[in-house]
């Protein structure tokens, strides 16, 4: 017998990283021109700095989205949860982008709820775990998200790759919704998320088949796909139904004119 879907608020195009191609990606920057481009729910990656406080942050370290190298000086950890948000606030994530962005800096997730709740927008935080705190970055940013989003109307919906990191959001703030991050299907994916009560799967692109696809549904998950930058792709991936597609592409796929999911 199927599970019902669970409920499903959010849109079906969401922009990666923020919208971390057309600028430096994880910065409010990046937000801004993937607002400027139609887009209504971002995706964003978030860990903790040293002293507790979420940020955005893709990598482990600093090094390739930020001026680190230069500012922290040589022999200083380029591990970005080896840091205080104090120094962190005042680092360059937009430099080695384009000079466009430079003097851009780090985002906290405090500046970005403020931008998506202003704005309405939508948000999926991947939570990429401090090396070391998975159950504590987990932790730290579901009782964060429940406190910012505390008055609104769609909440933001947790993802990991790290099972420990979601358990932990689970544990924290089990009313904020929840999503299985897979690089691969490994063995238990499916049970792994119905034990985490997620709502969601969040499959790399080739992953989703007729197969796989109908598991996940048919056991009451929405299915989304990281990440969709090829229209090709696209339109495979509607056509078996996804709730949600994440896309680096901005400039190639316009959300305005997609049909939201049901
Ligand atoms: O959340 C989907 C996608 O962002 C996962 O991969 O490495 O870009 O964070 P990555
Ligand atoms: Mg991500």
Redesign the pocket.
Known sequence: MPHPVKPWPYPRWIA??GAGQLAPENTLAAFRVGASHGYRMF?C?VKLSLDGVPFLL?DDTLVRTSNAHEQLGAGLSAVGGDHPWATLSQLDAGSWHSRAFAGEPLASLGAIAHFCLANAYCL?L?I?PTPGLERQTGAVVAEHAARLWADAAVPPLL?S?DVQSLQAAQGAQPQLPRAL?L?SLWSGWLETARSLDCVAI?C?QLLWDAASSSQARSAGFRLLS??VNEPTQAQRLIDLGLDGL?TDRIDCFAPARQPPAN
């Open positions: 990666h990283r995706e990656d893709h999926n991947e990429k993802s790759f991050l690089d969040v790399e990281y990440t994440i």
